[in-house]
């Protein structure tokens, strides 16, 4: 893997959480079956059709050179803050780059990791409660290992917060320092997409794409329950 590290994305998150709901009505008019409801409404099993095209169309994923670049930033970012809050933020940000990048974490994914969650005798990640409520385990690479083992022991456990989780922030903030990696940046290019944690998602998938991994182990990187979702990259590559 690689070193270290929405205009339209709220339709596409509206879609998701619309599915979301249906389902959970389904699940909750099954129930009431089960427990001798005759006359309850059967389950509907509508979901809404997802639009490729739309999805294509707001996914522009950045780069590996941007990546980098992004990354090359963050110990730009912040210079006239002092040196303990400066750092707070710098850890955070390269945390992001290696939970959200380099392992194609969802966004609540990301935010709900616990300290717990990281086992570095076996150098895996334990995804709790993903998309569909699955959990998962996800490897990690050298450099994944390295940067989470000196967040953690150099850092994180040495930082007294009233929660267990990874990052001290939450989402709201973490998309904010991203923001800020990409107002420092001189490049043009960078500058005219829309950077958000999912897109680093994005990004890390189209890489894999691009370097040769197939659709179905990129959807198993993932957390994807078919290839359908998977599948979306193929077109977005074919863009680039």
Known sequence: MFNLFLGGYFS??????????YTAID???EFLHQNGMQNAPSPLN???????????????PFTQEEI??????????????KFTKREAKHEQMKLIFALYYACGLRRSEGENLQIKDVDFDTKTIFVRQGKNYKDRII???KSV?????DYIYNFRNLQKVNHSRLFINGTYTLNKYLQKLQEISENKQIKSKKLTLHI????????????????ENIAKFLGHSTLDSTQIYTHILNKI
């Open 27 to 29: 699940k909750f008019l």
């Open 139 to 141: 490897p990690m690479n």
């Open 12 to 21: 596409i998150n509206r879609v998701g959480t619309f599915q979301l709901i």
């Open 145 to 149: 290992y390295e940067a989470l083992q």
């Open 46 to 60: 509508y979901r809404i059709k997802d639009d490729t095209k739309e999805k294509m169309s707001n996914i522009k």
């Open 200 to 215: 680093l998602r994005h990004s890390i998938a189209t890489h894999l794409l691009q370097n040769g991994m197939s659709i």
């Open 68 to 81: 980098k670049e992004l990354q090359t930033n963050i110990e730009k970012s912040y210079l006239n803050w």
